[in-house]
T-cell receptor, first 111, second 116 residues
């Protein structure tokens, strides 16, 4: 069975700082990888996804993530965060039929 | 853009009562899911559903829970006798392909269930 771990529970940054959120997964076979974002009071929205091909994937709102197969990692990055990026971020992996989510990282951006 | 819709957005129920949470998946999708998120915790998989039967379920999805696709559009989650610990946000999701790989899951807005 697959599992996902996110390294940071709560991250606080100032606007314009760079962001990297760690995600590692465990699964023996082919995976699909996702980052979802949940803004306060809202539902899950897909930020980006990796299925195959170029391991550097770009998503919405300037986010990107890099799949490093040897490290079983899929870290999320953004060069310059904005106050509107305040949200909870979930890394997720699909190794069979279901998507399994990490515990989430609460990102708080100071204006 | 097509979306997954869930009703109601908020349901308050008394402990021991039965609740039915409703979802309308995206019309050409074949794979359906229920997830829940207890306040402040992670999103947890409950069940996946394909071809009118449960494909996979988690240990959370015990005999209190059931799912159904009563017609061509709705997908429901029933909790037979609610407990306080069932209070959570319940998300429905759907995806297009048969086995679910190489496709994203689209999530609904969620139903906040409060058991009192």
């Amino acid at each position: 069975a697959q599992s996902v771990s996110q390294h940071n529970h709560h991250v606080i940054l100032s606007e314009a700082a760079s962001l990297e959120l760690g995600c590692n997964y465990s699964y023996g076979g082919t995976v699909n990888l996702f980052w979802y974002v949940q803004y306060p009071g809202q539902h899950l929205q897909l930020l980006l996804k990796y299925f195959s091909g170029d391991p550097l994937v770009k998503g919405i709102k300037g986010f990107e993530a890099e799949f490093i197969k040897s490290k079983f990692s899929f870290n999320l990055r953004k060069p310059s965060v904005q106050w509107s990026d305040t949200a909870e971020y979930f890394c997720a992996v699909r190794g069979d039929d279901k998507i399994i989510f990490g515990k989430g990282t609460r990102l708080h951006i100071l204006p | 853009e097509p979306e997954v819709t869930q009703t109601p957005s908020h349901q308050v129920t008394q402990m021991g009562q039965e609740v039915i949470l409703r979802c309308v998946p995206i019309s050409n999708h074949l794979y359906f899911y229920w997830y829940r998120q207890i306040l402040g915790q992670k999103v947890e998989f409950l069940v996946s559903f394909y071809n009118n039967e449960i494909s996979e379920k988690s240990e959370i999805f015990d005999d209190q829970f059931s799912v159904e696709r009563p017609d061509g559009s709705n997908f429901t989650l029933k909790i037979r006798s609610t407990k306080l610990e069932d209070s959570a946000m319940y998300f429905c999701a759907s995806s297009e392909l048969v086995r679910g790989m190489d496709t994203e899951a689209f999530f609904g807005q969620g139903t906040r269930l409060t058991v009192v």
